[in-house]
Nanobody, 126 residues
Framework: QVLLAESGGGSVQAGASLRLSCVVS????????IGWFRQAPGQEQERRFV??????????DYADSVKGRFTISRENAKNTVYLQMDNLEPEDTADYYC?????????????????WGQGTQVTVAP
């Protein structure tokens, strides 16, 4: 069993920054890649890919909509993955989820992840 817990969400004005954290606990024998996804509130659409990072941190991918504004990183000693979000826009308003998978392949697809956190809400006012 692997548990993920997100934190760091909040309500901010456009142009502000937030840093989300994802703490991973449970099985220590698998080196997980971690992805961040988001889902706009009140919509039934599929969770959309934001960013992903491999266990080593050497492989990283971002959605085009966040490139240059968001930065993903990890501290394996703390079992934590971060999503630094700068220059936030109202379009970034969503529930943000982190998810874990054992390999850094097909990281854009939510259905390929084995474990998910409960999410943290981000609201960006104009």
């Amino acid at each position: 069993q692997v548990l993920l817990a997100e934190s760091g969400g909040g309500s901010v004005q456009a142009g502000a920054s937030l840093r989300l954290s994802c703490v991973v606990s449970g099985r220590a024998d698998i080196r997980y890649a971690i992805g961040w996804f988001r889902q706009a509130p009140g919509q039934e659409q599929e969770r959309r890919f934001v960013a992903a990072i491999s266990w080593s941190g050497e492989s990283i991918d971002y959605a085009d909509s966040v490139k240059g504004r968001f930065t993903i990183s990890r501290e394996n000693a703390k079992n934590t993955v971060y999503l630094q979000m700068d220059n936030l826009e109202p379009e970034d308003t969503a529930d943000y989820y982190c998810a874990a998978k054992p390999t850094f392949v097909q990281v854009f697809t939510p259905g390929r992840y084995n474990y998910w956190g409960q999410g943290t809400q981000v609201t960006v006012a104009p």
